[in-house]
């Protein structure tokens, strides 16, 4: 499906001809004359449509989800969730938007689906969209919305933590690197000019030149250290993400070794996909269903591994409570899941695991900014030896060239 700007007449009474343009979402041009031919209209230009990248970028957040999801929360109280959708879109005036909107608009100008027209759109991620499904499905489309923004604003919240922290980090070890540099390339070099010019002793100058390489010695191995670590990680981090989906592949299982890392990460990934399996519950998704969405959205190797055993098992028909209390879950978690009778009963469950798994994350939070500050100070405390060392290298040949004036 593409979408097409079309330039076509229209036969209007008395013989007249009148020339509009419109939009239309079709596999091809071809489509679009059969379409217009079909009306008894006739094409006069037809041009693919491409936004630029960086306007269709910059739209597309978490922003306009939210006020997309509460303009159809309202619109919805009192008109069909098309009509709803539709009013939304030829209310917006902000140009970029409007032009991400057009495969949606048309859509539902050509009589399509709710759910069709929203998945044309691109701006919502498939729990938000299973959640709302279901509600389209189950008539309680306001209902479930509420569940939608919350999914979203929850998820706005984790990625401000996650950038915040890695904010911070990123802050820390840019400063430890440029002063790293700025002695390795800078300050050694010029302590070298000025102890060769100003010291004609060739014994003193012989050992503070070999001062001097043992501090360069151990000021590049700092730097080597630290600059190959940040690219390390910066490179597995980057190959772990763009593999979030395989748990066998060697970055998933290198982060899952990693010491509070991996505990931080399996919490916080089953806090949020406890928290989405409650609410996709809530908003009617069937229970195989809401796991196959979960699994997706998972990118923790043994949360993944954990919902995908849950859904073998259920689909060879193991009773849904004995299916879904295993590892990772705790025995207090699993004997909460055992528990259960109901799908809302599990939708309570599983909402207060995420409560559970929200508290253990953010004190595997807190041991993280600990230990990433016991790593940085370590640092930073070698790097201020290191100039303190330079300083009294500085200061010796400061009294050398003294001595050789005064002599």
Known sequence: MRLWSVRYAVPMPGGFITVREDDFYLPSP????????????????????????????????????????????????????????????????DPRKRLAFLPTRSVLKGGGSFSEALKQLKLLDAATLAIIIAGERAGDLKGVIHQAIQHVEEKGKQMKVVMAALGWLSFDIISIVSTIFGAQFSFIPYLKDSATKNNTDKEALAEFES???????????????TVGGSLGLTLLAMIF?????????FASRMVAKVPLISTYMRDSNMHDSCMLMARLLRGGVPLDEAIRIIMDSSIEPTVRKYWKSCLDRLMAGVDSAKALARDPLTRAETDQ???????????????????????????????????????????????????????????????????????
Do not use: C, Y
């Open 337 to 407: 899941v055992r528990s259960i009778q109901s799908i809302d009963q599990l939708a309570e469950v599983f909402e207060g695991i995420a409560e559970e798994r929200k508290s253990a994350s953010k004190i595997g939070q807190r041991k993280i900014m600990m230990a990433g500050l016991f790593i940085m100070m370590t640092l930073f405390g070698a790097v201020v030896l290191t100039m303190i060392w330079l300083l009294m290298i500085q200061n010796q040949g400061f009294m050398e060239s003294l001595k050789n004036v005064q002599g």
């Open 241 to 249: 993400w763009r593999n979030r989906h395989k748990p066998e592949h």
């Open 30 to 93: 071809g489509d679009v004359r059969h379409t217009l031919r079909a009306k008894g209209w006739w094409p006069i230009r037809i041009n693919e449509r491409k936004p630029p990248m960086f306007e269709w970028m910059d739209v597309r957040n978490a922003a306009w989800q939210l006020q997309l999801l509460r303009a159809l929360r309202f619109q919805s109280a009192t008109s069909s969730t098309g009509t709803a959708l539709l009013n939304i879109i030829e209310a917006e005036t």
């Open 211 to 225: 001062a001097i390489q043992a501090v360069s010695i151990v000021n590049f191995t700092l730097m080597i250290l």
